[in-house]
């Protein structure tokens, strides 16, 4: 968890559990990133009521079909320098729209922890996949639950941070 603290723990062991009922799964997809979108604001960047829970990185992505700049805040783990990203959308059956917008536009930019950067998305392989895939649940056990209840496949993206050219 970001915040170690007591009330960190608590909120987040409670959230964690709210998270895998059937009404938060209605609700949640909602209210959830609304909420983290303000908790970024305020915070400058630095913080998400998520992250009681678990990391969470701001992503800025073109839109598939708009193309304008769609933010959207998502549970992430982190992977050396890099992130990875789950297309879970709280086991619904369609996939998330950041994932299609990321498919279409794979350059993005990246907030963590008031740190913002770019990244490029690329989606993993069965291969690549499976090999963070236990990283992930270990991370958050509900995205197994997430993978069943969709009856789809679920959508892993590494967000790899670009390097700027010395040149």
Same mark, same amino acid.
């Given at each position: 968890?970001? $915040?170690? =603290?007591? !009330?960190?723990?608590?909120?987040? =062991?409670?959230? %964690?559990?709210? #998270?895998?009922?059937?009404? *938060?799964?209605?609700?949640?997809? +909602?209210?959830?990133?609304?909420?983290? +979108?303000?908790? *970024?604001? !305020?915070?400058?960047?630095?913080?998400?009521? /998520?992250?009681?829970?678990?990391?969470?990185?701001?992503?800025?992505?073109?839109?598939? +079909? &708009?193309?304008?700049?769609?933010?959207?805040?998502?549970?992430?783990?982190?992977?050396?320098?890099?992130?990875?990203?789950?297309? &879970? $959308?709280?086991?619904?059956?369609?996939?998330?729209?950041? /994932?299609? $917008?990321?498919?279409?536009?794979?350059?993005?930019?990246?907030?963590?922890?008031?740190?913002? *950067?770019?990244?490029?998305?690329?989606?993993?392989?069965? #291969?690549? +996949?499976?090999?963070?895939?236990?990283?992930?649940?270990?991370?958050?056990?509900?995205?197994?639950?997430? %993978?069943?209840? &969709?009856?789809?496949?679920?959508?892993? *993206?590494?967000?790899?941070?670009?390097?700027? /050219?010395? !040149?």
């Amino acid at each position: 968890m970001a $915040n170690g =603290g007591v !009330i960190s723990r608590a909120v987040g =062991g409670v959230m %964690a559990r709210l #998270a895998g009922t059937s009404t *938060f799964q209605r609700v949640g997809p +909602k209210v959830a990133p609304a909420v983290d +979108k303000v908790a *970024f604001t !305020i915070t400058g960047g630095r913080w998400t009521v /998520s992250d009681t829970v678990l990391p969470v990185v701001v992503l800025t992505a073109t839109g598939a +079909k &708009s193309g304008a700049p769609r933010t959207v805040p998502l549970a992430a783990l982190q992977y050396g320098e890099d992130f990875v990203v789950v297309g &879970s $959308n709280f086991g619904r059956e369609h996939h998330p729209a950041w /994932s299609a $917008n990321l498919l279409a536009h794979p350059d993005a930019r990246l907030a963590f922890r008031g740190e913002e *950067f770019p990244v490029h998305a690329e989606l993993l392989d069965d #291969a690549g +996949k499976s090999e963070v895939w236990p990283l992930l649940v270990a991370q958050w056990p509900l995205f197994d639950q997430y %993978a069943e209840q &969709s009856g789809r496949d679920l959508r892993v *993206f590494a967000l790899r941070r670009r390097r700027r /050219s010395v !040149i």
